[in-house]
């Protein structure tokens, strides 16, 4: 077990860190909407949802029939990845205001804005020709979307350099309250006088 331990902390450590802010959010938006992907194949598979991410990328473009074609749900499957991996990047310059901290909170979050953005707003707007029509297609595509933004939140901060986010806004913020306290100590040190002095001005 131990020598197992080992050769896993090496491989992670050679594991290449990303310096570009959009490349990180890119990289780590495709593997969010890949492990999105899986669930919903799954679901799809169990009768839990009626359509596949595929059919609804495909459906932006084409008909009900057309997009049944094998060819046609891979190139609607090419449209939903690169639109995963697209809504990767403004999670990075979340992070770059916020901090880096509480990735599942914040992936959560993110990934319940990506839901109503996409899913909700395409919806509504007459955007997908083939809609979802069970209610049960709805709910599992918000945790398949939830799923993804933790993922993609969790693959961001692993990938990450440390000088991607080496100054956050929360950082700032933190540094920014501090100064006045240090100010203010060294003020009180400067106007209080020493015990010493104070005994001399009463012997005089």
């Given amino acids: 077990m131990p020598e197992h331990s080992e050769q896993f902390l090496s491989t992670k450590r050679t594991?290449?860190?990303i310096k570009?802010?959009?490349?990180?959010?890119?990289?780590?938006g495709l593997v969010g909407t890949l492990a999105m992907d899986l669930l919903n194949l799954?679901?799809?598979?169990?009768?839990?949802?009626?359509?596949?991410?595929?059919?609804?990328?495909?459906?932006?473009?084409?008909?009900?029939?057309?997009i049944r074609r094998r060819n046609n749900f891979l190139f609607g499957e090419v449209l939903h990845l690169i639109t995963g991996a697209l809504a990767g990047i403004p999670l990075v310059y979340t992070y770059k205001l916020s901090g880096?901290?509480?990735?599942i909170v914040k992936?959560?979050?993110?990934?319940?804005?990506?839901?109503?953005?996409?899913?909700?707003?395409?919806?509504?707007?007459?955007?997908?020709?083939?809609k979802p029509k069970t209610t049960a297609s709805?709910?599992?595509?918000?945790?398949?979307?939830?799923?993804?933004?933790?993922?993609?939140?969790?693959?961001?901060?692993?990938?990450?350099h440390p000088d991607v986010f080496s100054q956050t806004g929360?950082?700032?913020?933190?540094?920014?309250?501090?100064?006045?306290?240090?100010?203010?100590?060294?003020?009180?040190?400067?106007?209080?006088?020493?015990?010493e002095i104070a005994t001399e001005k009463t012997l005089h």
């Fill in 100 to 103: 880096k901290d509480q990735p």
């Fill in 170 to 195: 929360a950082q700032t913020r933190r540094q920014e309250t501090d100064l006045p306290s240090k100010n203010a100590k060294s003020v009180q040190t400067w106007e209080s006088p020493s015990p």
């Fill in 42 to 66: 799954v679901a799809w598979k169990r009768d839990k949802s009626d359509v596949l991410y595929g059919h609804l990328g495909a459906s932006i473009l084409m008909n009900d029939q057309r």
């Fill in 15 to 17: 594991i290449p860190k």
């Fill in 20 to 28: 570009d802010s959009i490349s990180l959010g890119l990289l780590s």
């Fill in 138 to 160: 709805h709910k599992t595509s918000l945790l398949q979307n939830i799923f993804y933004g933790i993922v993609t939140a969790k693959t961001m901060t692993y990938l990450a």
């Fill in 107 to 130: 992936g959560a979050a993110f990934g319940s804005l990506v839901w109503f953005a996409f899913y909700v707003l395409g919806i509504k707007t007459h955007t997908f020709r083939s």
